[in-house]
């Protein structure tokens, strides 16, 4: 009977140029003689165009979700950073708010409860000129890193310390007109790889996020 036994897999590779791909294949048994499986069949999709459309409706949803619930600064950016991490395939993330020439992290979630960094980078701000996160603060952009950038010299190679335990990171300004109120910066022990379409998508969240954020400035303080 055809159908019978259908098998579903998902599957995430990467070409040679970088370009990553999702592919699902189903198989399924077509014919079985003597109790066992004789004949199958199935078909291999390309689903990538369909999994990063869902990629950034899920970073959308997450964004209006925080923000309708958000109460305070740290409950507010700690769900935040959770529910965009699970939308964007991230593991960890800091929200870090600027003060002179530094960013220091007020927020910072683990998808284990785990403090993903190390007690000595945790409380140690960032300078403005250090740093994937310092790098979205002076550009007013969100931007993305990843291993295989850096390696063969993509221009953020200097961004993250070389013994980073990550593959992949994205930093999310919060921007309000010239300014920028804070940073999400998300980090993911896969390969990340922005599409035009998630960037343009990143960028609305930045404005969004700035212009909510914008009205509550005065949560946006730094506690050692």
């Known amino acids: 009977m055809v159908g019978e036994e259908v098998s579903l897999q998902e599957y995430r590779f990467t070409r040679p140029n970088g370009d990553q791909r999702h592919v699902r294949s189903t198989v399924a048994i077509a014919e079985r003689r003597d109790g066992r499986p004789h004949r199958v069949i199935g078909f291999v999709q390309d689903v990538t165009d369909t999994r990063r459309a869902e990629r950034e409706i899920a970073a959308h949803v997450a964004l209006e979700e925080a923000l309708v619930t958000w109460e305070d600064v ?6 935040l950073i959770a529910q965009l991490a699970a939308a964007l395939d991230c593991a960890s993330g800091v ?12 927020v910072v979630w683990h998808q284990s409860g785990i403090d993903p960094l190390a007690p000595d980078k945790s409380s140690r701000p960032l300078r403005r000129t250090s740093g994937l996160a310092a790098r979205a603060w002076e550009t007013r952009k969100p931007l993305s890193w990843t291993l295989t950038g850096r390696e063969e010299g993509a221009g953020l190679h200097d961004v993250v310390p070389d013994d980073a335990e990550m593959d992949g990171a994205l930093a999310i300004p919060a921007v309000a007109g010239e300014e920028v ?5 998300l980090t993911t022990d896969r390969e990340i790889r922005v599409s035009e379409r998630l960037q343009r998508s990143l960028t609305g969240i930045a404005y969004e996020l700035g212009h909510f954020l914008s009205r509550r400035r005065g949560e946006l303080t730094w506690r050692c």
């Not at 929200?95 to 007020?106: S, T």
């Open 181 to 185: 109120l804070a940073i999400i910066e």
């Open 95 to 106: 929200f870090w708010v600027p003060r002179a020439d530094r960013l220091f992290p007020r």
């Open 74 to 79: 740290d409950t507010g950016a700690h769900r």
